[in-house]
């Protein structure tokens, strides 16, 4: 039994120096990840990738550098994020999903950067935009809800199947405070849209998001601009809905008009809402929960996408809540 877990290696030959740097990382330090997940030494060599260590090992390292193909075969640098998370579905058998995962290319920001969910919940949320009419995405900060959602809509806005994109989020600290701001009433609140924008500017440009601002096929505006209109032929993204109260809630899903889709996301545990005052998303998640055409998408601190450090703060402070409702 001893020598069937012997030390041996294997060899991988990468199509070009763009998948081998793409796949090495900065000083190799991709492979120090992946040696140090799985205890295998992996060694590139000009462009032969060598996996050495024990036959265990070796299997392992092997199949998530074979679940990473569609990144560094592509020349896309791989991040912690995309190593756990390609690590988590082999160890928990969903090796064939993740492959599958990692072949949905979304769009290509800017910059050039390949956009794909980058978890397999992601991947569920992205797919449940594409089937219903309304969305709701719950989930902590970093787990790509408002992305993804910008995506999808910038999507169907190239292929036509909307006309115009609407974005909006309460504007929840803005209250008596708003008057002190200077400016207009769009400059004093656009710091609170400022991720919609954000994303706009990675998928579209500056340039193109402020010409199609400007002729109307892109709005973003606080909620309140949204009572009394019927949105038609619109993708709608509702966000950081965890500050809109049931009334306001109830006011902009029934804003939905003929052809027209909306997503929701928020953290239900980041709430600005004044003490006892009940959040509409959670009511919204609850009220509609099994109601046809409306999907509902939870994601975790596991979904995060953002600094690895996120992730374990996200799982920190979630654990600190359960122990307080527990009244520990």
Same mark, same amino acid.
């Given at each position: 039994?001893?020598?069937?877990?012997?030390?041996?290696?294997?060899?991988?030959?990468?199509?070009?120096?763009? /998948?081998?740097? /793409?796949?090495?990382?900065?000083?190799?330090?991709?492979?120090?990840?992946?040696?140090?997940?799985?205890?295998?030494?992996?060694?590139?060599? =000009?462009?032969?990738?060598?996996?050495? =260590?024990?036959?265990?090992?070796?299997?392992?390292?092997?199949?998530?550098?074979?679940?990473?193909?569609?990144?560094?075969?592509?020349?896309? $640098?791989?991040?912690?994020?995309?190593?756990?998370? !390609?690590?988590?579905?082999?160890?928990?058998? &969903?090796?064939?999903?993740?492959?599958?995962?990692?072949?949905?290319?979304?769009?290509?920001?800017?910059?050039?950067?390949?956009?794909?969910?980058?978890?397999?919940?992601?991947?569920?949320?992205?797919? !449940?935009?594409?089937?219903?009419?309304?969305?709701?995405?719950?989930?902590?900060?970093?787990?790509?809800?408002?992305?993804?959602?910008?995506?999808?809509?910038?999507?169907?806005?190239?292929?036509?199947?909307?006309?115009?994109?609407?974005?909006?989020?309460? $504007?929840?600290?803005?209250?008596?405070?708003? =008057?002190?701001?200077?400016? %207009?009433?769009?400059?004093?609140?656009?710091?609170?849209?400022?991720?919609?924008?954000?994303?706009?500017?990675?998928?579209?440009?500056?340039?193109?998001?402020?010409?199609?601002?400007?002729?109307?096929?892109?709005?973003?505006?606080?909620? $309140?601009?949204?009572?009394?209109?019927?949105?038609?032929?619109?993708?709608?993204?509702?966000?950081?809905?965890?500050?809109?109260?049931?009334?306001?809630?109830?006011?902009?899903?029934?804003?939905?008009?003929?052809?027209?889709?909306?997503?929701?996301?928020?953290?239900?545990?980041?709430?600005?809402?004044?003490?006892?005052?009940?959040?509409?998303?959670?009511?919204?998640?609850?009220?509609?929960?099994?109601?046809? =055409?409306?999907?509902?998408?939870?994601?975790? $601190? /596991? %979904?995060?996408?953002?600094?690895?450090?996120?992730?374990?703060?996200?799982?920190?402070?979630?654990?600190?809540? &359960?122990?307080?409702?527990?009244?520990?």
């Amino acid at each position: 039994m001893a020598g069937a877990d012997r030390a041996t290696a294997f060899s991988l030959d990468l199509p070009d120096g763009g /998948a081998a740097l /793409a796949l090495a990382g900065e000083a190799e330090a991709t492979l120090h990840r992946i040696g140090a997940l799985t205890g295998a030494t992996l060694v590139l060599r =000009g462009l032969t990738l060598v996996i050495q =260590g024990r036959v265990s090992q070796l299997e392992r390292a092997a199949a998530l550098v074979e679940l990473l193909r569609p990144l560094w075969q592509e020349g896309q $640098a791989i991040t912690a994020v995309d190593l756990q998370t !390609a690590l988590s579905a082999l160890d928990s058998g &969903r090796g064939e999903e993740h492959r599958a995962l990692g072949q949905q290319v979304l769009a290509r920001s800017q910059s050039g950067r390949l956009l794909r969910p980058r978890t397999l919940n992601q991947k569920a949320y992205v797919e !449940a935009m594409e089937r219903h009419d309304l969305t709701l995405a719950l989930g902590p900060a970093g787990t790509g809800k408002t992305f993804l959602a910008t995506v999808q809509a910038v999507r169907l806005l190239s292929e036509r199947k909307v006309e115009r994109l609407v974005l909006t989020r309460p $504007a929840v600290e803005a209250g008596e405070r708003l =008057g002190f701001l200077p400016g %207009d009433l769009q400059q004093k609140v656009d710091p609170y849209l400022r991720p919609l924008y954000d994303a706009l500017h990675t998928l579209l440009g500056a340039e193109r998001t402020a010409a199609l601002l400007e002729k109307g096929v892109i709005e973003v505006a606080p909620l $309140a601009y949204m009572r009394g209109r019927t949105l038609a032929d619109a993708f709608v993204i509702l966000d950081e809905a965890q500050n809109t109260t049931p009334a306001q809630m109830r006011m902009v899903l029934t804003r939905l008009g003929e052809n027209a889709r909306m997503v929701v996301t928020g953290d239900p545990t980041q709430s600005d809402l004044p003490p006892q005052q009940p959040s509409g998303l959670i009511e919204a998640a609850e009220v509609l929960e099994g109601v046809e =055409g409306v999907a509902i998408c939870r994601l975790t $601190a /596991a %979904d995060v996408v953002r600094h690895p450090l996120v992730q374990r703060l996200v799982q920190a402070y979630a654990e600190r809540d &359960r122990r307080r409702s527990r009244g520990l």
